[in-house]
């Protein structure tokens, strides 16, 4: 059973290739390597005792892109991760989110129905979502404006698999994460932030190790519980472990429709100061941390309901908030350790 993993190397990536290795799947590995560290290979072979096989391809390349996946055509299905992800830098620099995101995509989906690959799970996002007037949020929630160029970029892409499905012969699943977090148990992967981190928790693990010098809420004005925004922060492992169920529901042939959509949540809201608080308990870190402006991009709340994936995929969370924040702090003081192997 071979599956190829695009941008494998990446936080969720690498952490879905470890599931899946211990699922009994054969993995080719697809990264650029441009937000991710070719380490990523080496911790995936510690903890299962095998690296997949790798190929350091930027999908924005029609011509590498097809030469690869057509030297596995017989792979039983295709996840595709690669994108870029951070929320202000797309703000920043939108041409360059909707060109990578989109074009990449096409590229997989072209390669998809010319060598016959039979199935695709996609990774999108709870940013589809937008402001959402009712929460929790269901699959069949309506659509509201994205809030930043990355969450239109996978608007956009739901969009073209809706479009292109039934043009083709593959069935897929539509992942919609919300916020992952935590590193794997062995501490053996992680999130690696390439640079200043996007995404709160390297911000508060970098902080209570002194690398950063403070923590900045953006926000503290939200009509929230706590005027900080309220997020569904699940264990990156149960999101991981979420892809291998997919991939198995759709070679099962229990999909009913060409395209299929999961929230992949725990279901529970969390403000920035809740979050900041669990990791103190757990930690035994006094974090400094500062209210700043809002950020641009940002929604003001988003949570998860799970019950479709928990009821068709059998997909439960196994992890709570504090074994997540407590596993990310034993990651960021493992990385200290290997600070030479990135």
Not at 62 to 85: C, M, N, P, Q, Y
Not at 194 to 221: C, E, H, S, W
Request: aromatic letters at 10%.
């Amino acid at each position: 059973m071979k599956v190829i993993v695009t941008g494998g190397t990446g936080y969720i990536g690498s952490h879905t290739i470890v599931d899946l290795m211990e699922h009994g799947f054969e993995v080719v590995c697809i990264d650029n390597l441009s937000r991710s560290r070719k380490y990523a290979l080496k911790g995936i072979e510690k903890i299962t005792g095998k690296a997949p096989l790798f190929y350091p391809v930027d999908l924005c390349d029609k011509e590498a892109t097809f030469e690869v996946i057509s030297e596995h055509r017989d792979a039983v299905g295709i996840i595709h991760f690669a994108a870029l992800k951070s929320v202000p830098e797309s703000v920043e620099k939108p041409l360059e989110y909707y060109s990578n995101n989109i074009d990449s995509l096409l590229h997989i989906l072209e390669a998809v129905n010319t060598y016959g690959i039979p199935h695709v799970v996609f990774s999108s996002s709870c940013s589809v979502y937008g402001n959402a007037e009712q929460l929790p949020v269901t699959e069949s929630t309506p659509i509201k404006p994205a809030e930043s160029p990355y969450a239109h970029t996978k608007q956009i892409g739901e969009d073209i698999i809706r479009n292109a499905a039934p043009a083709g012969q593959a069935r897929y699943i539509l992942l919609r994460y919300f916020n992952p977090i935590g590193a794997h148990p062995s501490s053996w992967i992680g999130e690696i932030p390439m640079d200043k981190p996007n995404n709160l928790v390297p911000f508060i693990t970098q902080t209570a190790t002194g690398k950063l010098p403070r923590l900045t809420v953006y926000g503290n004005d939200y009509p929230t519980r706590d005027g900080s925004c309220i997020r569904d922060y699940i264990h990156v492992c149960d999101i991981a472990h979420a892809h291998t169920l997919a991939l198995q529901y759709l070679m099962a042939g229990k999909s009913e429709t060409a395209v299929d959509i999961f929230n992949l949540g725990s279901g529970n809201g969390v403000s920035v100061l809740e979050a900041i608080h669990a990791f103190e308990k757990v930690s035994g870190q006094k974090l400094s941390y500062t209210l700043g402006e809002r950020r641009a991009g940002d929604v003001v709340a988003v949570y998860a309901d799970n019950t479709k994936a928990a009821t068709l995929l059998d997909w439960h969370c196994q992890y709570t908030l504090e074994d997540a924040m407590l596993s990310a702090w034993n990651w960021e003081l493992k990385m200290q350790e290997l600070q030479g192997e990135f």
